[in-house]
């Protein structure tokens, strides 16, 4: 089964690029400009794979992260960023990232970091 993916990214544009690449490999997405509408809408979504930037205003993919643990929500996350850093990076694996990817993206690499999230995701739904 293919769960749904949330980019939450501030840039409209690559908001657009990565649904347009995830529709034609069949992986629905739902874009999302800023972490507090996301954080709203959280309660009736679905459990899927999370794409998160990583500098946004207010509320940094990693604190938005942060928030989603503190709230018992483990759904997979894939943190990417234009501006990362080793240390931004052991950040977000320290709080359940299955991957971090730098932009531009490498088509493949979010593809198949989306695709281990959903294996990683339809696991740990069978347990419950």
Request: net charge negative; proline share 5%.
């Amino acid at each position: 089964m293919t769960r749904p993916v949330y980019l939450v990214d501030d840039d409209e544009a690559v908001r657009h690029a990565l649904g347009l690449l995830l529709s034609t490999v069949g992986i629905a997405a739902t874009g999302f400009a800023d972490p507090q509408t996301f954080l709203a809408q959280v309660p009736k979504l679905e459990p899927g794979c999370l794409v998160l930037d990583i500098r946004m205003p207010a509320i940094s993919g990693l604190k938005l992260q942060e928030k989603l643990n503190a709230q018992g929500i483990d759904w997979p996350t894939i943190v990417i960023s234009g501006h990362g850093d080793i240390e931004a990076c052991r950040h977000a694996f320290r709080n359940g990232a299955v991957d971090f990817l730098s932009k531009p993206i490498v088509e493949q690499y979010l593809i198949d970091a989306i695709q281990k999230g959903q294996e990683v995701q339809e696991r740990t739904l069978s347990r419950r």
